[in-house]
């Protein structure tokens, strides 16, 4: 089942609001403002890595984002 929450990602001027989608342990962050777009999921090893997302990005996105779930 699909959960969606809130999340806020600290960018380089400004934060990113955006809504997060859950769905079989796949994370998509997207910005209110259509400005990111970022996937993350664990790997094999139960660490958090981006499997998708807009560019530029900010590596720390990956755990800022992991902290909010």
Do not use: C
């Not at 094999?44 to 909010?68: T, V």
Request: cysteine-free; hydrophobic content about 35%; overall charge negative.
């Amino acid at each position: 089942m699909e959960q969606q929450f809130e999340a806020v990602l600290t960018g380089t001027d400004t934060t990113v609001n955006g809504v997060v989608t859950e769905q079989n342990g796949i994370y998509e962050f997207k910005a209110i403002d259509d400005s990111l777009q970022l996937t993350i999921a664990r790997n094999n090893e139960g660490h958090w890595e981006r499997i998708a997302g807009s560019e530029p990005y900010l590596s720390s996105w990956i755990d800022e984002l992991a902290e909010q779930i």
